[in-house]
Structure formats: C-alpha cells, structure tokens
C-alpha cells in the first residue's frame, strides 16, 4: 500500500468509523492506514474540529481509547423516530443477569457466571456476544484453561459511560462466595446467590 496524503489518510479514517460496526482503537486505525499513533491521533483531532461544526450531523466519540461516529445529540429525536420503527428485541431478564455479573466480575469466566447465577448461561453469552457486548478476553490460567469473558466499548456507550470506572457501585452483599479463579468449572446445578444489577441498560 503506497504512503497517503494526509488528506487521504484522513478520509481513510472517515470511513473506517463510518463502516465499523463498533468502536475501533487507536491503534487498529494506525495499522489500518500504516501510519504512527501520534499521526492518527492529528487526523483524529482535523476529524473532530470539522464534526463539531455547527452544520454537521454527526460527531466523534472517544470512549476508552476507542473511536465511533455518532449523531450529535440535538438531532438524536429525529434518530429516535426512526429506531422506534427498527427497535431491536429488548435482553432478556437472563442476558441482563450475565451481562452485570460480567461487567462487574470482569474478566469472568463461564464457570464462575454460572456458579453465581445458578444456571447455565451459554445461551445469555451467546446473546451478548453477539450483540456486541460481550468479547472473549483470553483464558483463565487454570484447569481446562476456560474463556474469560469482558465487556467491549459497545457496552460502554449502550450506558453512556466513558470508562468502567464510572459504573454504579455495587450494594453491600453478605455471604457472597468469592470466585475461585483455580476451581474447575461447575456444572449448570447449584445455590443460587445474589447477583448485581445493572441499571440503564435493557
């Protein structure tokens, strides 16, 4: 791939944002277009000053790290018209369960998912994988070597949030067995325990 104008390399990043389906990291926008971070982040900030105009529709978001263009949020009622024609099937109670568990556990495995809630769970995974929620965030160091399971930057902006330290924090539970990252991975039986809420997201 030959060198791109910085011009090019802008509008190259434009459309990555455009195209992608969640938000993309600094670093994959620098390999995309062979170029520095350093480079990236400059383009990033031409793309944000040319967004923030008044007569565009549209902005650039950072969360985390990771960009995405969004509609600006004066224009979000004509936005919301339209989604309530195309609104996607709201989570169920169960992925909701999975989801605050792994947002709050993170990274967790499926095991220790379902040694909290008490039932298998590899369908609400499977839901939250994929709508993108969810992500396999390498494997647990331990018998079996099982996935563990964390949050993506979708998660993030579907709550508003900029970083998971900006996540409620979680009621004062008693007698809440701590999760064993050594023990083998349970079986779909066993006590159900209490677990976290996840609040503005459903």
Same mark, same amino acid.
């Given at each position: ?6 011009? &090019?390399?802008?509008?190259? @990043? ?8 969640? %938000?993309?990291? @600094? ?5 995309? +277009? ?7 982040? *400059? =383009?990033?900030?031409? @793309? ?11 902005? =650039? ?11 600006? #949020?004066?224009?979000? !009622?004509?936005? $919301?018209?339209? &989604? *309530? *024609? ?6 169920? #109670? ?6 605050? +568990? +792994? ?7 499926? !095991? $220790? +998912? $379902? ?13 939250? @994988? ?5 992500? $396999? ?8 070597? /099982? ?20 996540? %409620? %924090? ?6 809440? /067995?701590?999760?064993? /990252? ?13 677990? %976290? &809420? ?5």
């Amino acid at each position: 791939m030959q060198m791109l104008s910085p011009k &090019s390399a802008q509008a190259a @990043i434009e459309a990555i944002l455009f195209a992608a389906a969640f %938000p993309v990291h @600094i670093d994959d926008l620098a390999y995309a +277009i062979e170029a520095d971070a350093e480079s990236v982040r *400059r =383009l990033l900030r031409e @793309i944000e000053d040319r967004f923030s105009r008044p007569e565009s529709g549209a902005m =650039l978001a950072c969360v985390d790290g990771c960009y995405l263009l969004l509609s600006r #949020p004066e224009y979000s !009622g004509f936005v $919301e018209r339209l &989604s *309530r *024609r195309q609104k996607p099937a709201v989570l169920s #109670p169960a992925s909701m369960e999975t989801l605050a +568990i +792994i947002a709050y556990r993170q990274p967790v495995t499926r !095991g $220790e +998912i $379902e040694k909290i809630r008490g039932v298998n769970s590899d369908s609400a995974i499977s839901t939250l @994988i994929e709508r993108g929620l969810v992500a $396999e965030a390498g494997r647990r160091n331990s018998i079996g070597r /099982p996935v563990l399971y964390a949050t993506t930057p979708e998660f993030l902006l579907h709550l508003g949030l900029r970083s998971l330290d900006q996540l %409620p %924090p979680l009621p004062e539970t008693e007698n809440e /067995p701590a999760a064993n /990252p050594d023990a083998e991975e349970p079986s779909s039986a066993g006590a159900e325990t209490q677990e %976290p &809420s996840l609040p503005g997201l459903g």
